[in-house]
């Protein structure tokens, strides 16, 4: 818990409650473990990244987005200029999807 405390505060000041409060709630949730079998307990990841990724932008498309994937994607392409690869790798997940091997 103190390393993580540490390098949040690295980047904002954060108390050690107010952390210690975040890893419970994350650790209720299911997003983290804790070992709690030494005196200072032990926090890991629950999920991979890419999981904790799906289940977040999941539930981004819909609040914000009205559950509407188009209408995130196209804000998503308008905000911020997408690299020739990214537009190549997108063209790439689309024909995957309508060839149905998703």
Do not use: C, P, W
């Amino acid at each position: 818990m103190r390393d993580v405390h540490d390098i949040l505060n690295r980047a904002r000041a954060a108390g050690y409650t107010t952390i210690l409060k975040l890893m419970q709630i994350m650790t209720d949730k299911g997003l983290v473990r804790r070992d709690e079998r030494a005196r200072t307990h032990i926090y890991e990841a629950a999920l991979g990244r890419t999981q904790v990724q799906r289940e977040l932008l999941s539930d981004l498309v819909e609040r914000a987005f009205d559950g509407s994937a188009t209408t995130l994607v196209l804000q998503a392409l308008s905000a911020r200029r997408a690299s020739a690869d990214e537009i190549a790798r997108i063209r790439q997940m689309l024909d995957e999807i309508e060839g149905g091997s998703r």
